[in-house]
């Protein structure tokens, strides 16, 4: 398998819902990193510390939040991932759609390391009242 089918099987197993799935690539010190700006902002450590702090907030706080992706692009050992994140924020009603880069560094087979691209300001107007 490829690097980048390791990440398209990530994006696969967020498609179906599966939680075990979207973190079985990781590695378990994986850097997980959500864009300055973004509701999630900051550098998580370990598959279960993005879980938690990312796909569990996101689950509990958004309705049909999605990530769909148009483009993974295969640069090797970083793979780019490339799609529209949207859904409707459950405390305000707000939908919102926004344009995404993922950018992932993957190693022995393992993704080691995770960084988010997007309009932040998009997203935000979802979270204000």
Known sequence: ??????????????????LDGMLAPFA???E?????GFPYAGT???????AENVFGRIQEEW?????????????GDVVVGIGTYSGTY???GRFF????????RVAGGEIVAFEQ?????????????
């Open 28 to 30: 378990a010190d994986i």
């Open 44 to 50: 998580y450590i370990g598959p279960e510390a993005v």
């Open 97 to 104: 759609a926004a344009r995404v880069a993922h950018v992932w």
């Open 63 to 75: 309705d049909d939040y999605t990530v769909a992706i148009d483009e993974v692009v295969d640069g």
């Open 90 to 92: 459950k405390r305000t």
């Open 1 to 18: 398998m490829s690097d980048a089918d390791l990440v398209r099987e990530h994006y696969a197993a967020n498609d179906r819902g599966d």
């Open 32 to 36: 997980w990193t959500e864009a300055a």
């Open 117 to 129: 691209f997007t309009d932040t300001e998009l997203v935000n107007r979802a979270l204000r009242d």
